[in-house]
């Protein structure tokens, strides 16, 4: 038999080297409030919000990003349209790094984050 959850995927952690920093981005950029949590674990962190209290989230976490855009990629959902992300994205420090790509769920675009993590922006 082949696994096959509900959600395959159940957390995502994006390391930062400065954490306030990269909520400040994150929230201009997706326009969301991440939640700083400082009671649960060896360092303070900040979640992604979710509609549900058990939505598939993640979040950020002083640590050490791959090296420029090596990493592996998060897809993240737009707040908006994607091209208005995209602007957002590169106002806010980060670098876009593709055209929008068309697929059958939707459009995204990858992006560089400003500690060199992999982003994608997805738009359905």
Same mark, same amino acid.
């Given at each position: 038999?082949?696994?096959?959850?509900?959600?395959?995927? !159940?957390?995502?952690?994006?390391?930062?080297?400065?954490?306030?920093? =990269?909520?400040?981005?994150?929230?201009? !950029?997706?326009?969301? $409030?991440?939640?700083? !949590?400082?009671?649960?674990?060896?360092?303070?962190? @900040?979640?992604?919000?979710?509609?549900?209290?058990?939505?598939? =989230?993640?979040?950020?976490? %002083?640590?050490?990003?791959?090296?420029?855009?090596?990493? %592996?990629?998060?897809?993240?959902?737009?707040?908006?349209?994607?091209? =208005?992300?995209? $602007?957002?994205? =590169?106002?806010?420090?980060?670098? !876009?790094?593709?055209?929008?790509?068309?697929? %059958? @769920?939707?459009?995204?675009?990858?992006?560089?984050? %400003?500690?060199?993590?992999?982003?994608?922006?997805?738009? @359905?």
């Amino acid at each position: 038999m082949t696994f096959a959850p509900e959600n395959f995927t !159940v957390w995502m952690e994006i390391p930062v080297s400065d954490l306030d920093r =990269a909520v400040r981005f994150y929230n201009d !950029v997706f326009r969301t $409030e991440l939640k700083r !949590v400082t009671d649960m674990g060896p360092n303070e962190f @900040a979640i992604f919000p979710t509609k549900e209290q058990d939505g598939v =989230a993640g979040h950020l976490y %002083p640590g050490t990003p791959a090296q420029r855009g090596t990493g %592996p990629t998060v897809h993240l959902a737009c707040p908006d349209n994607l091209e =208005a992300t995209m $602007e957002r994205f =590169a106002d806010a420090g980060g670098e !876009v790094i593709s055209d929008p790509v068309a697929i %059958p @769920a939707g459009r995204f675009a990858y992006g560089i984050d %400003p500690d060199g993590n992999s982003i994608g922006m997805f738009a @359905a």
